[in-house]
Nanobody, 121 residues
Framework: QVQLVESGGGLVQAGGSLRLSCAAS????????LGWFRQAPGTEREFVAA????????YYADSVKGRFTVSRDNAKNTLYLQMNSLKPEDTAVYYC??????????????WGQGTQVTVSS
């Protein structure tokens, strides 16, 4: 079992930055890649970014490449998402997830409760 708790969401103007954090706990954390998904109202949840435990391999959705950076502090069991050059279309609830990397995305075996990110124009 893995527990994930997100923090760091909020309201920011377009062009601004935010950093999300995901504190992970549980057994066998090193067995999982951690990542981020987001869901805007009326849309399906979509993959944003992920990072493996070993090898620090990262994966990004095309829509965030060059603007978002996913990092992981294994000693603190914490995943981060640094979001720069934010756009109104980045507005969504952001979820932390643990799973296995598959086809450039991440299986959502475990989920956090989500944190709201709102980007004003």
């Amino acid at each position: 079992q893995v527990q994930l708790v997100e923090s760091g969401g909020g309201l920011v103007q377009a062009g601004g930055s935010l950093r999300l954090s995901c504190a992970a706990s549980g057994r066998s954390l090193s067995s999982y890649a951690l990542g981020w998904f987001r869901q805007a109202p009326g849309t399906e949840r979509e993959f944003v970014a992920a990072r493996t435990w070993w090898g620090a391999i990262t994966y990004y959705a095309d829509s965030v490449k060059g603007r978002f950076t996913v990092s992981r502090d294994n000693a603190k069991n914490t995943l981060y998402l640094q979001m720069n050059s934010l756009k109104p279309e980045d507005t969504a609830v952001y979820y932390c997830a643990a799973g296995v990397v598959y086809s450039g995305s991440l299986t959502g075996d475990y989920w956090g409760q989500g944190t709201q990110v709102t980007v004003s124009s």
